[in-house]
């Protein structure tokens, strides 16, 4: 069975800060990792995937097969990043919007 | 474009009955999953539809099934609602075309439905 385990519900970190969202995963293949965002009153939407290699709003995110994880990051934090993460996986490459498992999501607090 | 759009915003329902809630995909889109989100939790998948059929299931019980109709609109059919079915409903739209290769989700507001 697929897993997706984000172990902060809330993490608080100061402006100027460096940010790192941990996500762990549990699958038996090749996964495609995802992470998605939800600022305050809008939609999920995608952040950023494993396979793109981009670095999106400054955040970045490797995928480690090895600790099977994908940890969200970010040198500088800014108020702007406030908001809800969710680390995702798929169980097919090129399945970015197959049924996807979430973890339960980070809270992310920047203080001023 | 209006993206993905879901009907109503908010339901209240009764323990046992029915409730059908409804999605407009993205335009260009053909494809259509359904999440259910609880408080405090991530979006759990319950079906996805493309070409008017199941194309993959989660783990959720027969109760609740759905429709994709040939505009690529969707419903999601909840039958004898229980409690623990208060949840907020998260539609998603992505393309899936002919390569099988199914592109970023895009999702709605959701639907906010409280059993009691």
């Known amino acids: 069975a697929q897993r997706v385990t984000q172990p902060e519900k809330l993490l608080s970190v100061f402006k100027g800060a460096p940010v790192e969202l941990k996500c762990n995963y549990s699958?038996?293949?090749?996964?495609?990792l995802f992470w998605y965002v939800q600022y305050s009153r809008q939609r999920l939407q995608l952040l950023l995937r494993?396979?793109s290699r981009e670095s999106i709003k400054g955040f970045t995110a490797d995928l480690n097969k090895g600790e099977t994880s994908f940890h969200l990051k970010k040198p500088f934090a800014q108020e702007e990043d406030s908001a809800m993460y969710y680390c995702a996986l798929s169980g097919r490459s090129g399945g970015g919007a197959d049924g996807l498992t979430f973890g339960k999501g980070t809270h992310l607090i920047i203080q001023p | 474009d209006a993206g993905v759009t879901q009907s109503p915003t908010h339901l209240i329902k009764t323990r046992g009955q029915q409730v059908t809630l409804r999605c407009s995909p993205k335009s260009g889109h053909d494809t259509v999953s359904w999440y259910q989100q609880a408080l405090g939790q991530g979006p759990q998948f319950i079906f996805q539809y493309y070409e008017e059929e199941e194309r993959q299931r989660g783990n959720f019980p027969d109760r609740f099934s759905g429709h994709q109709f040939p505009n690529y609109s969707s419903e999601l059919n909840v039958n004898a609602l229980l409690l623990g079915d208060s949840a907020l409903y998260l539609c998603a739209s992505s393309l899936l075309g002919r390569l099988g290769i199914n592109t970023e989700a895009f999702f709605g507001q959701g639907t906010r439905l409280t059993v009691v």
């Open positions: 494993h396979i």
């Open positions: 699958y038996s293949g090749s996964p495609e």
